[in-house]
């Protein structure tokens, strides 16, 4: 889990100021460490998707928060197979989407610009098991195809007061 925590918080560094990123841990113990976290049961349907993230996402907050010097929440977004598009709207400064179980499409895009999902648009991709995204400052994602339940582990990354 460290080095996954390492991983992230070069991510947000280098990217911050840039844009968006797509981070593969190279660590292969990471989704299993990732996925044996504890974590809330999945809502029925229907319910709200994201639920905070609870004891078995502390460490990683917190370390995450250290290395970066912000607060980290974190919470976890469930997606059934054949959900709605789902907006992700900027709940901090930046923030990051595991992808532990499932998939989904993910369209990127600046906060006040179409987010429709175009197969040419440039920041369009699909988002799989084991793969990060970084969302920074200004911009939001939308989710859409998902086809299987899909898990996903959000870190909402905050200036601290």
């Given amino acids: 889990m460290q080095s996954f925590v390492e991983e992230l918080a070069l991510c947000v560094a280098a990217n911050g100021a840039k844009g968006p990123a797509l981070l593969w841990s190279e660590d292969p113990t990471t989704l299993p460490a990732l996925l044996g976290l504890s974590r809330p049961a999945r ?84 988002l799989r098991s084991g793969g990060t995204l970084f969302v920074p400052r200004g911009h939001t994602y939308r989710l859409s195809e998902i086809y299987a339940p899909t898990t996903l582990l959000e870190l909402h990354l905050e200036c601290p007061d």
């Fill in 43 to 126: 809502p029925e349907p229907g319910a709200g998707s994201s639920v905070p993230g609870g004891p078995g996402t502390e460490y990683l907050a917190a370390e995450l928060g250290r290395r970066l010097q912000l607060r980290v929440r974190s919470s976890y977004r469930f997606l059934s197979a054949g959900s709605p598009v789902t907006e992700g709207a900027p709940r901090g400064a930046e923030s990051t989407v595991t992808v532990l179980e499932g998939a989904c499409r993910c369209v990127l895009s600046r906060i006040g610009e179409d987010p429709a999902p175009r197969p040419s648009h440039p920041l369009g991709m699909r």
